[in-house]
């Protein structure tokens, strides 16, 4: 797998009275300013397995559906600032499989605690207190509360 990032060639955002050229700024406030812009954006609690059976979860806000028929999400995984993929990103490309959660207001804690950064043999869902219930059809577990 190339570890570079692919290049990306950026489109001038046009918006009334405003003329943003996003070759002009930064990773950052390219992300500010597009995260202050694209709202309300729902936030995906994502479970996932690694390779030893240890179950992910990270929460993106990068997420949204992209169509019903077939059913299409999309999410955007940044790398590790070494250049390497997540867990989540690794895992669901070596395995297809993924459950997204839309949390509430009362799983917020939890979820932002899903973000924190721990080896990839520990598990999310145990660190913030979040119990894993088997899904259907896909063997990343769903999250029970």
Not at 1 to 30: C, E, G, H, V
Not at 87 to 92: L, R
Not at 117 to 130: I, K, Y
Request: proline share 9%.
């Amino acid at each position: 797998m190339n570890s570079k990032p692919a290049k990306i060639s950026y489109t001038i955002f046009y918006w009334p009275a405003m003329d943003i050229d996003f070759a002009q700024l930064d990773a950052y406030q390219r992300y500010k300013l597009m995260a202050s812009l694209i709202v309300p954006r729902p936030i995906a609690l994502i479970t996932t397995l690694g390779e030893d059976g240890t179950v992910n979860a990270a929460p993106f806000s990068m997420f949204n559906m992209l169509g019903e028929d077939p059913p299409v999400v999309m999410v955007s995984i940044n790398r590790l600032k070494d250049g390497l993929l997540k867990d989540t990103a690794a895992n669901i490309l070596r395995t297809g499989e993924f459950v997204v959660h839309i949390t509430d207001e009362a799983m917020a804690a939890q979820m932002h605690a899903c973000g924190d950064s721990l080896p990839p043999d520990e598990s999310e869902l145990a660190h913030a207190g979040l119990t894993p219930v088997p899904s259907r059809s896909v063997a990343p577990p769903r999250v029970a509360e």
